[in-house]
Each structure stands twice: as structure tokens, then as C-alpha cells.
């Protein structure tokens, strides 16, 4: 599940970024380096 794996980054689970266009980017981030690691 991608969701699960995005809470595992604190950024995401406790959404720090104040707007949401950061917080999108976090998740793009966050979603990027879930499916480069093995």
C-alpha cells in the first residue's frame, strides 16, 4: 500500500508544509524514492 509506505516519512504523516502545493511535493518526493528503492 503507497499510503503506508508515504506515513513512514514524518513529513507526510504530520504534514509540516503549511501549503499545499510543498505538501505535494514532499509526496512526489516521498513517492519517487518508494519506487527507486528495491
Do not use: G
Request: hydrophobic share 55%; aromatic share 14%.
Amino acid at each position: 500500500n503507497l499510503w503506508a509506505r508515504l506515513k513512514e516519512w514524518r513529513a507526510v504523516a504530520t504534514r509540516y508544509e503549511k501549503t499545499a502545493t510543498s505538501f505535494l511535493a514532499v509526496i512526489h518526493i516521498a513517492a519517487a524514492a518508494d519506487w527507486i528503492k528495491p
